[in-house]
């Protein structure tokens, strides 16, 4: 484990029963760090620390949070910390401590790609305090939203629907972009939860709003009928349709924009090549994971190895079938050769 990693939040296991503070708890609240008196900051420095984050989220999306993950937390560590401590006009440093905030997420989302998920929690929630000090009601339900988005992809449905409800209720625009943001997790939870009806109300509401929109939004994340169409492939799969599953993530594929993250087709290609052989089609789900398969080995990504295992597991009981059996085989030594290669953090 590296240095920073412990420095920061240190680690453990996911937890249901963890204290997400709510905005009532973090807004405006001071930070007990003590300041350096030889040091100060400008928006010249704020801009630095978000131009930065962009960047490790591109890298993140691209090779994964494995790959990405020390580095944000090193830069968490050894630029991040020393600005929050030093003195500013009050707009800078309010400034500095939602940067602060979006750079927390965003390792805590790496950390989560890793299968660290009591370490991702925890930057998360520090990631909401930073948010609350800084009066950043944007960054705080965003972060919100991603701690739903956690819940959700461990199985965790009842956590994941409050979490995005909380969410809903603490974003400070009802502009269509931010109610379709919010609704598409919203309607995942409650598919999940058991609540079929609000999640397909849930839905409506994500592409109603999604319609409305007339300029790109979503600064920290984008949200399109791309991520809708995922939206409503997960809420269909929960809700027992599987075979419409695989026609909303088949939308989601035909809908993808380049700039779309590199590691969420992988993950979204290895969900689709496992309900296609849930529905019976072995043919298409192997040739979806051979594609899965072609952009596997530059990616670092727990998530994505997650798929890869299941693409084992998934295809042993047909190998005496030459196509799966190819795939299976070539699935099994990629995944081989990554656990070979990839560094202990």
Same mark, same amino acid.
């Given at each position: ?63 994964? /949070?494995?790959? %990405?993950?020390?580095? #944000?937390? !090193? ?8 600005? &929050? +401590?030093? =003195? ?95 609704? /598409?997790?919203? %309607?995942?939870?409650? #598919?999940? !939860? ?8 849930? &839905? +409506?509401? =994500? ?102 295992? #299941? ?35």
């Amino acid at each position: 484990m590296d240095s920073s990693r412990r420095r920061v939040v240190g680690v453990g296991l996911f937890s249901v029963a963890l204290t997400i503070p709510g905005w009532s708890d973090v807004v405006g609240r001071a930070h007990a760090l003590q300041a350096n008196p030889h040091s100060s900051i400008g928006q010249a420095d704020v801009e630095s620390v978000d131009a930065t984050v962009n960047c490790l989220r591109d890298i993140d999306a691209t090779f994964g /949070g494995h790959y %990405a993950r020390p580095m #944000a937390s !090193a830069f968490l560590v050894n630029t991040v910390a020393p600005y &929050l +401590r030093a =003195s500013g006009p009050e707009h800078i440093r309010k400034s500095m401590l939602s940067s602060a905030a979006m750079a927390c997420y965003l390792t805590g989302w790496m950390a989560m790609d890793e299968g660290e998920q009591g370490l991702a929690q925890r930057y998360y929630v520090k990631g909401l305090e930073l948010a609350g000090a800084a009066d950043d009601r944007m960054a705080y339900c965003h972060i919100l939203r991603g701690v739903s988005v956690q819940a959700a992809n461990l199985g965790h449905g009842g956590p994941a629907t409050q979490y995005a409800n909380a969410a809903a209720s603490a974003a400070p625009s009802r502009g269509p972009y931010m109610r379709a943001f919010m609704a /598409g997790q919203q %309607a995942h939870g409650y #598919a999940m !939860a058991g609540s079929g009806r609000l999640a397909l109300d849930s &839905l +409506r509401e =994500s592409e109603r709003a999604l319609d409305q929109v007339t300029s790109p939004g979503g600064a920290r994340q984008g949200f399109s009928y791309a991520t809708l169409a995922y939206a409503t492939a997960q809420v269909r799969y929960e809700m027992g349709d599987v075979k419409g599953s695989v026609s909303s993530l088949q939308d989601h594929f035909k809908l993808r924009s380049e700039s779309e993250s590199h590691r969420s087709g992988l993950i979204f290609g290895g969900l689709l090549a496992e309900r296609q052989l849930q529905v019976g089609h072995l043919d298409a789900a192997c040739a979806t994971w051979n594609r899965v398969l072609d952009d596997y080995p530059a990616m670092h990504s727990g998530r994505a190895d997650d798929r890869v295992r #299941a693409a084992v597991k998934l295809l042993a009981p047909h190998r005496k079938n030459a196509t799966a059996r190819v795939t299976h085989e070539r699935a099994r030594a990629l995944l081989a050769r990554k656990s070979t290669a990839r560094p202990s953090l």
